[in-house]
T-cell receptor, first 118, second 114 residues
Framework: GENVEQHPSTLSVQEGDSAVIKCTYS??????FPWYKQELGKRPQLIID?????GEKKDQRIAVTLNKTAKHFSLHITETQPEDSAVYFC?????????????????FGKGTHLIIQP | EAGVAQSPRYKIIEKRQSVAFWCNPI?????LYWYQQILGQGPKLLIQ????????DSQLPKDRFSAERLKGVDSTLKIQPAKLEDSAVYLC????????????FGPGTRLLVL
């Protein structure tokens, strides 16, 4: 099955600086890669996603890049603010309806605790 | 639109007791997932439903966990008997259909087994 590795586990940056979180995946059939932000005691919230036919996607201060050949994708947050402090999860998704079965559920990385220092 | 609803939000039980969680997905969503999130880790898929059928339950510890979605809408996840290592947040998520990647998560049920 799919395996997703995420680094670093903790990232501390000064307010206003950029933060980068990196993930690798193992299943070349994975074709959708979302990023979730989870604040303490709350549900995971989708913040950005990218599909395998796209190399980069940007939404205001957040961007995601995907390298299918190397099987890695990254989250970039620029001009970080205190409200960006949270745990961020990357995930990979494979649609298996026609490839022998199995779940279409997301495989998550272990998370990165992002701390924004004032 | 209303989000995914879950109850209860918190539950404390002793080991060997049983517990049940309930999930109501977003209206019209055919696909429902149950995830287990242990403290400090990412969510792990336990079971996936498509309408009232099971797509995959290979990660569900079937000796103690069971889940159903009898009418293809609400779902319940049960643990009997609970073990200490079952302490986790149980997240329910739904998507419009299997081909729709975007999943919407509920607030979760935080379970503590003593």
């Amino acid at each position: 099955g799919e395996n997703v590795e995420q680094h670093p586990s903790t990232l501390s940056v000064q307010e206003g600086d950029s933060a980068v979180i990196k993930c690798t995946y193992s299943d070349s059939a994975s074709n959708y890669f979302p990023w979730y932000k989870q604040e303490l005691g709350k549900r995971p919230q989708l913040i950005i996603d990218i599909r395998s036919n796209v190399g980069e996607k940007k939404d205001q201060r957040i961007a995601v890049t995907l390298n299918k050949t190397a099987k890695h994708f990254s989250l970039h947050i620029t001009e970080t603010q205190p409200e960006d402090s949270a745990v961020y999860f990357c995930a990979a998704w494979t649609f298996r309806r026609y490839t022998g079965g199995g779940a279409d559920g997301l495989t998550f990385g272990k998370g990165t605790h992002l701390i924004i220092q004032p | 639109e209303a989000g995914v609803a879950q109850s209860p939000r918190y539950k404390i039980i002793e080991k060997r007791q049983s517990v049940a969680f309930w999930c109501n997905p977003i209206s019209g969503h055919a696909t429902l997932y149950w995830y287990q999130q242990i403290l400090g880790q990412g969510p792990k898929l336990l079971i996936q439903f498509q309408n009232n059928g099971v797509v995959d339950d290979s990660q569900l510890p079937k000796d103690r966990f069971s889940a159903e979605r009898l009418k293809g809408v609400d779902s319940t996840l049960k643990i009997q008997p609970a073990k200490l290592e079952d302490s986790a947040v149980y997240l329910c998520a739904s998507s419009y259909d299997r081909g729709q990647e975007t999943q919407y998560f509920g607030p979760g049920t935080r379970l503590l087994v003593l």
